[in-house]
């Protein structure tokens, strides 16, 4: 093939394509569970993590919801993924390998927010979140009906493989993705002088972004390293409902999605969706959550 600015174009139209079909058809679950916030500056402010508004009878002035300055804060991070094209293979016409290289490509940019996501989740027990403790902690404080500050829980702890029953039925969700840059612009640098292609022989095609993950409210969230079993699910499933914001005011949370790692799989079925359970006996949880099996949790 003789290489000029039509051949390189057309190759470079044909790489973008595949790229893009890549972006077109990998499954993607973190929009599942994570808030998704545009953002435009380097960093965005949560402060309003530690103050969900309320509303109350209205006598006399009206009560302003002012943010309360956690400091919880996010800085967007840059990633990149890049690909080397060897000029030989321009000169011998031998395109056609790179195709699902460059496809490949797409998907890891639609699925990376899925790692970034699902790898924080799994960290929760030891990264804090927006009140100063472990995002799942036995902990968090909470003012009570009398305004005295006591510690709540959304963990049982454990050391064996994670689990996480979630409400995602809220418009904030239990994480959050900042999204600055999208992964979707595959960027050329095939030009013959370029310094890549005149030292190194080599056509270069890359994909950059800008994000970061955190955490939402950890009331939405329990978080378990104990055996996924109907006891252990029961408890989960109770201590979500039970939430209650400042002052004892329940938060009317409803867990309906439980998130497992593969391996979990099985149990997680037999808790949600089997209707007999022990012989013939019916399973008050069947139907209670929809199971989501992550790969990213493996």
């Not at 190759?11 to 394509?17: D, W």
């Not at 989740?121 to 927006?130: I, Q, V, W």
């Not at 510690?151 to 702890?157: K, R």
């Not at 808790?271 to 008050?284: A, D, F, R």
Request: with cysteine.
């Amino acid at each position: 093939m003789e290489i000029n600015n039509a051949t390189l174009r057309s190759a470079g139209v044909g790489f973008n394509a595949a790229f893009q079909r890549g972006l077109g058809v990998a499954a993607s679950y973190y929009t599942r569970v994570a808030t998704i916030v545009n953002s435009t500056t380097s960093s965005n402010e949560y402060g309003w993590l530690g103050k969900a508004p309320r509303f109350r009878e209205w006598i006399g002035d009206r009560v302003i919801n002012a943010m309360t300055k956690s400091g919880y804060s996010l800085k967007n991070k840059p990633f990149e993924n890049t690909i080397g094209v060897d000029r030989d293979d321009f000169e011998d016409d031998n395109l056609g390998i790179y195709a699902p290289l460059f496809e490949e490509l797409g998907s890891s940019a639609n699925t990376f927010p899925d790692e970034l996501v699902f790898a924080l989740m799994k960290l929760g027990f030891s990264t804090l979140c927006y009140d100063g403790q472990y995002f799942f902690d036995v902990d968090h404080p909470v003012l009570d009906a009398n305004g005295q500050t006591i510690s709540v829980a959304n963990t049982d702890g454990g050391a064996g493989t994670p689990w996480f029953l979630l409400d995602v039925s809220r418009p904030l969700k239990p994480m959050i993705f900042q999204n600055r840059k999208p992964f979707t612009n595959l960027v050329r640098k095939d030009k013959e002088d370029d310094d890549n292609v005149f030292f190194r022989k080599e056509f270069i095609y890359g994909v950059d972004g800008r994000c970061q993950v955190g955490f939402g409210f950890w009331q939405q969230a329990w978080g378990s390293k104990q055996t996924l079993d109907a006891a252990h699910y029961e408890l989960a499933r109770s201590s979500i409902t039970g939430m209650k914001g400042d002052y004892g005011r329940p938060l009317g949370l409803n867990p309906n999605l439980l998130v497992v790692p593969p391996s979990l799989e099985g149990a997680a079925k037999r808790i949600v969706q089997s209707v007999l359970v022990n012989g013939g006996e019916s399973n008050p949880w069947a139907g209670t959550a929809e199971v989501l099996i992550v790969p990213w949790l493996a």
